[in-house]
């Protein structure tokens, strides 16, 4: 039967190796750049989409305001759901803002939560090793470590996908 985590202590050495060579990459690259604006693309809507489901109850990419937009059925809920977390109480209208220090810094640990998932996946088909490269190529990916800096679905999506994978091959 597959094991989710490996039980040697080699391998218990190389995840937390990994995991915090991953947060320390990402953590030094977020403290060491200056990021002129974090909300890139749609990252401002879907931080709407937070602000809505938060105080409204409702899927809407509208901007924030008082009265209740309509819901819309082509907004996926996950990443709104993931910034509602990081919403913080402010006496101006409309009322909330986006902590977006705190999602950057919580990317950061996603980030270090793929790379854990990718070693494990890997060692599921692959030797110590080969696990062992797979892991520290995503633990040092220019890409994956600038995602966390700002403030994109990607660094959800992944974490998502990477599961998925990781869930279908203890399932083979």
Sequence with gaps: TPKLLPSSRQDLIVIALLVL????????????????????????????????????GA????????DAPRTRTDLAP????????????????PGWYLDVEQVRHWQAIVGSLVVLLTYLLARQMLGLGWATAAGLLTCVSPHLIAISDYV??????????????LLAALAL
């Design 152 to 165: 994109l679905t990607e660094s959800l999506f992944l974490l998502v996908t990477m599961s998925g994978f």
């Design 21 to 56: 060579l991953s947060w320390y990459l990402r953590s030094l690259y977020q403290s060491e750049s200056t990021t002129d604006q974090p909300l890139r693309a749609d990252a401002g809507r879907y931080a709407s989409a937070a602000f809505n489901l938060h105080v409204h």
């Design 59 to 66: 899927f809407s990419k509208a901007p924030p305001q008082r």
């Design 78 to 93: 996950g990443y709104p759901l993931f910034l509602t977390l990081f919403l913080e109480p402010i006496d101006e209208d």
